[in-house]
C-alpha cells in the first residue's frame, strides 16, 4: 500500500500487561512520528525519528513507554506495565524531510483499551 | 522545543458563515505551517499549508494567514458547509523537521 499503515487496529489489553504497537511509514519517508490521542482530544506528541539522529523522546509520558525504528523504516511502540490511562487512540504519521512538499501522512491508528 | 496553542478548543457555526481558528507558535526559527482535518475514526489529513516566505495563501474556500512577527497564524473557512464539520490542528516544524501540533478545535457546522 501507499499510504502509513498501523497494526492492530484495535487492542484490548489487561492492566499490567505490555502492548506492542506497530507502525509501516510510506516508503522513503525519513521522518517518523508517534502521537496519542485522546477521546476528543488533541494530538499529545511521544517521539519523533529523522533518518539515523537520535529520536527526541521528550513526549514520552513515563518510562513504560519505549520506541525504536529500526533499519530507518518500522517503528514500534511499546508501552510496558499498561494502566487504564494509558487508552487511547496512537497515531503514527511519516513524512518526506526535503526542501519540497513536507506533507506528514497518517495511518489509520491503534485504537488502544486497557481494561 | 516548539509549542503550539490553538484557539478555539469548539467552534460551532450555521452553514454559509466563516469560520475562524487561530494558533501561536513559540520558536521563531519555525517556518512550516501545515493545517489538518480529521474526520471521525480516521487520521487526519493534510487540507492546505504555508510557508513562512509568504502572508497568505487560498484554495477554493479556504485561506491561511501567517504573522511571523507575532507568530501566529489562521485558517479561514469561507461559506462554510456541514461536511467541513471535523477536527482541525495546525502545526508548526522548523526546516521541515519536528512538526508539533495544536490541541485541535472541533467545528460545528449547523445546517
Known amino acids: 500500500g501507499a499510504g502509513v499503515s498501523q497494526s492492530p487496529s484495535n487492542k484490548v489489553t489487561e492492566k499490567g500487561k505490555d502492548v506492542e504497537l506497530r507502525c509501516d511509514p510510506i516508503s522513503g519517508h525519513t521522518a517518523l512520528y508517534w502521537y496519542r490521542q485522546s477521546l476528543g482530544q488533541g494530538l499529545e506528541f511521544l517521539i519523533y525519528f529523522q533518518g539515523n539522529s537520535a529520536p527526541d523522546k521528550s513526549g514520552l509520558p513515563s518510562d513504560r513507554f519505549s520506541a525504536e525504528r529500526t533499519g530507518g523504516s518500522v517503528s514500534t511502540l511499546t508501552i510496558q506495565r499498561t494502566q487504564q490511562e494509558d487508552s487511547a487512540v496512537y497515531l503514527c504519521a511519516s513524512s518526506l524531510t526535503t526542501t519540497g512538499r513536507t506533507e506528514a501522512f497518517f495511518g489509520q491508528g491503534t485504537r488502544l483499551t486497557v481494561v | 522545543g516548539e509549542n503550539v496553542e490553538q484557539h478555539p478548543s469548539t467552534l460551532s457555526v450555521q452553514e454559509g458563515d466563516s469560520a475562524v481558528i487561530k494558533c501561536t507558535y513559540s520558536?521563531?526559527?519555525?517556518?512550516?505551517f501545515p493545517w489538518y482535518k480529521q474526520e471521525l475514526g480516521k487520521g487526519p489529513q493534510l487540507i492546505i499549508d504555508?510557508?513562512?516566505?509568504?502572508g497568505e495563501k487560498k484554495d477554493q474556500r479556504i485561506a491561511v494567514t501567517l504573522n511571523k512577527t507575532a507568530k501566529h497564524f489562521s485558517l479561514h473557512i469561507t461559506e462554510t458547509q456541514p461536511e467541513d464539520s471535523a477536527v482541525y490542528f495546525c502545526a508548526a516544524s522548523k526546516n521541515n523537521n519536528d512538526m508539533r501540533f495544536g490541541a485541535g478545535t472541533r467545528l460545528t457546522v449547523k445546517p
Open positions: 520558536d521563531s526559527a519555525s517556518n512550516y
Open positions: 504555508i510557508r513562512s516566505n509568504v
